[in-house]
């Protein structure tokens, strides 16, 4: 069978109505896409599309809602836990999928000045609770990992130590739930 052909299947006695791009299925069901059995329970309603179109998957059908969109430039603020950086710059991109948002971000601390203890950067949305995303140091190899709060990320060397030397460049990424 093509991939653009399917059929729909009920137990119980129940039969399905395909009307306007959907298949209504009401009570306990099973809908057969692909030689594959899925039983609901209650109302379902399951949209159907052209083959070829690029679609959102709703969750509630096991998608995430997401139809392939780009990630979002964005640029992090820096500063330091004590003192301030004379030259620091960054960059960073993040994607939502519902409230789970995936971030990347890339620092260089070009002059130190007086900053020291920790180094911090803000996110593209604000946080719902606590996070750790995973980074290095590039120029260094040392790793680091930056800690989500509600105010930011604040990161520390693997030894918790500060992270920063003039001319050093990190990589942080990783995911958080935005609120």
């Not at 653009?4 to 896409?33: E, K």
Request: glycine share 12%; with cysteine.
């Amino acid at each position: 069978m093509p991939k653009s052909d399917f059929s729909v299947s009920c137990i119980s006695g129940y039969t399905p109505s395909a009307s306007r791009g959907t298949i209504s299925i009401s009570n306990t069901a099973a809908l057969v896409l692909d030689d594959q059995t899925n039983f609901f329970q209650d109302a379902l309603e399951v949209p159907v599309y052209p083959a070829g179109q690029t679609v959102k998957l709703p969750v509630a059908f096991g998608g995430t809602g997401d139809n392939g969109s780009a990630w979002t430039a964005y640029t992090p603020t820096v500063t330091a836990g004590s003192g301030a950086f004379t030259t620091v710059s960054a960059a960073g991109r993040y994607k939502t999928i519902g409230k789970t948002v995936h971030v990347e971000v890339t620092i260089t601390t070009t002059t130190i000045g007086t900053a020291a203890t920790s180094m911090l950067f803000t996110l593209p949305l604000a946080s719902q609770s606590g996070a750790v995303l995973s980074g290095i140091n590039a120029s260094t190899g040392a790793t680091v990992s930056g800690l989500v709060g509600a105010s930011g990320v604040v990161v520390f060397r693997y030894d918790g130590a500060f992270p920063a030397a003039a001319g050093n460049q990190f990589t942080l990424s990783g995911v958080y739930e935005s609120q």
